[in-house]
């Protein structure tokens, strides 16, 4: 039976072992997101409702919120690719994307808080 052809399944290739840590750190910055839309929607809430008498709305809490947020979703982003990810090498693009935007935000909130802690 030379001449026959059988049509093999082809076997996917098997994830590394730091496909799991990339999945965790990629849960962690869906979290963190979330707790951002949370406080910034908290923010929003609270300038419909009493308005901005008390002077709840700060342009600079503002501005240091959405500089971590705005990392932080381009992490959560990328990190559903970790989750949908079918080989390693998509796996690794994604979850380097994913760590560079966590170190992003990091750095942000840091120097956002040096910066305010300069000009009190």
Not at 98 to 120: E, N, Q, R
């Amino acid at each position: 039976m030379s001449g026959d052809t059988v049509k093999r399944a082809a076997v996917p290739e098997k994830l590394d072992q730091w496909h799991d840590f990339r999945k965790s750190v990629a849960l962690l910055s869906m979290v963190l997101f979330f707790f951002c839309l949370v406080g910034l929607g908290f923010l929003a809430y609270q300038l419909v409702i009493a308005g901005d008498d008390r002077r709840v709305f700060n342009p600079w809490s503002f501005f240091r919120a959405m500089s971590v947020t705005l990392p932080l979703g381009v992490a959560a982003l990328t990190g559903i690719g970790v989750y949908r990810a079918a080989n390693n090498v998509e796996s690794k693009r994604h979850g380097r994307i994913m760590a560079l935007a966590l170190l992003t935000a990091a750095v942000l909130l840091l120097v956002t808080g040096l910066i305010k802690d300069g000009l009190s």
